[in-house]
């Protein structure tokens, strides 16, 4: 009965974070089949029909999250920025995402339209 109630206790603290997001073209269609990648935690997976992809958030350390489909630019955000010796966390809860056709010099950027290159 003591330890039932211990792992009551301890799943709260056993919360896993996630990114999380939408993947749209330009033309504001969902893209599926994006390869979404978190290069520091070896965690991959592919957007749905609506481009929601959802990747488990294993470390507290700097990464960078990494879009690919075959015609569109491959790029890379940064998931948690370090500056100072501090981190400030960046997270990916719903955001919406574009990639853009290889044929833009750039081919990311956010909904609040600030450009990635």
């Given at each position: 009965?003591k330890?039932m109630?211990?792992?009551?206790?301890l799943?709260p603290?056993?919360?896993?974070?996630?990114?999380?997001?939408?993947?749209?073209g330009?033309?504001?269609?969902?893209?599926?089949?994006?390869?979404?990648t978190?290069?520091h935690?070896?965690?991959?997976t592919?957007t749905?029909?609506t481009?929601?992809?959802?990747?488990?958030?294993?470390h507290?350390?700097?990464?960078?999250?990494v879009?690919?489909k075959?015609?569109?630019?491959?790029?890379?955000?940064t998931s948690?920025?370090?500056?100072n010796?501090e981190?400030?966390?960046?997270?990916?809860?719903?955001?919406?995402?574009?990639?853009?056709?290889?044929?833009?010099?750039?081919s990311?950027?956010?909904a609040?339209?600030?450009?990635?290159?």
């Amino acid at each position: 009965m003591k330890r039932m109630i211990f792992l009551i206790l301890l799943l709260p603290c056993c919360k896993v974070e996630k990114y999380t997001g939408y993947v749209y073209g330009l033309d504001n269609k969902p893209l599926p089949r994006v390869t979404v990648t978190a290069l520091h935690e070896n965690e991959k997976t592919l957007t749905d029909s609506t481009g929601y992809f959802e990747l488990d958030k294993l470390h507290d350390i700097s990464g960078e999250l990494v879009f690919q489909k075959a015609g569109f630019s491959t790029d890379t955000i940064t998931s948690i920025q370090i500056q100072n010796g501090e981190q400030q966390k960046r997270r990916f809860k719903g955001e919406r995402i574009y990639l853009l056709k290889k044929s833009y010099k750039d081919s990311i950027f956010r909904a609040n339209g600030v450009i990635r290159k």
